[in-house]
């Protein structure tokens, strides 16, 4: 099937035109990150209007229009409306790369049949470029496609290939993650507030702790232990802090949020 279709639509293609059905918080962050005017749509809620404005796109008037003017159409819409979107865009040209929650890639190609499809998963930094972007391998596309689509996500983060049942595993991390982190800043704040720090400082200083940390992890190679270690004296306040929040269950209440936000399993 992988060959059929890829034949029949020609080889590789230069995205110059990006199309997107939908124009949530996701579609935003994506053109926001993207910087480049962006062909959208809606379902008749209007925000892809505001979506154009805001990025200096046009708001079109149907998914077919869409297809027929982009070079790649990325899926922004409910994931329940897969089948519908798709009856209007199967055999479009343009490479359809669906972002869809929750939606695998056998039930992206069962809908898009007659078109290139791809399933990538992103987070909210891809608004400032800063994204966790997946490529689950062994797509029914081509290389040269999924190397255009990796190209075109990798410019709003970091792009990895893992397999599609590793997916799933994802979702505490970088889907979830963001939130849990912006909870821990608004935890980290309060307290600074508790202890005499005007609201507005905590807030702004909880955020740069966090800029500096993830910058310090980095060049600490990604080792937890060593940065705990590098910023904690013996005896010191942060010592007597982590053993604090390892008594109060911090570690167990990070796992049991990231066990909470993976699907259920239904028999």
């Known amino acids: 099937m ?13 995205f110059t035109t990006i199309g997107m059905v939908g124009a949530g918080n996701m579609a935003r962050a994506l053109a926001t990150g993207w910087a480049t005017p962006i062909l959208c749509t809606d379902n008749g809620s ?11 796109g046009v708001a079109v008037a149907t998914n077919a229009e869409l297809g027929a003017r982009a070079d790649v159409i990325v899926l922004c819409h409910k994931p329940g409306q897969l089948a519908a979107v798709g009856r209007e865009l199967d055999g479009t040209q343009a490479v359809v790369v669906s972002v869809l929650s929750g939606v695998t890639s056998p039930q992206l190609d069962a809908v ?4 290139r499809a791809m399933r990538v998963t992103v ?8 994204g966790i972007v997946s490529l689950p391998t062994g797509q029914s596309v081509d290389a040269e496609v999924e190397s255009a689509v990796a190209a075109l996500f990798g410019t709003v983060g970091t792009v990895v290939r893992i397999p599609e049942h590793q997916v799933d595993a994802l979702i505490p991390l970088a889907g979830v993650g963001p939130a849990l982190v912006a909870m821990f800043a608004q935890a980290q704040a ?19 702790t966090l800029r500096g940390t993830a ?23 942060t010592e007597r802090a982590l053993a604090a929040a390892q008594a109060q269950g911090l570690p167990h209440a990070v796992l049991a949020a990231a066990r909470a936000a993976l699907p259920k399993v239904t028999n």
């Open 2 to 14: 992988t060959d059929n279709r890829n034949a029949a639509l020609g080889g590789a293609r230069t």
């Open 46 to 56: 209007g925000r892809a209007a505001e979506l154009a404005a805001d990025t200096g």
């Open 112 to 115: 898009y049949r007659r078109s």
């Open 123 to 130: 987070n909210l930094p891809v608004r400032v470029r800063a």
């Open 190 to 208: 309060d307290a600074a507030i508790h202890a005499g720090l005007p609201a507005s400082l905590a807030r702004s200083l909880a955020t740069e």
């Open 215 to 237: 910058a310090l992890l980095a060049e600490f190679e990604h080792d937890t232990l060593a940065l705990r270690r590098a910023v904690a004296s013996p005896g010191g306040p």
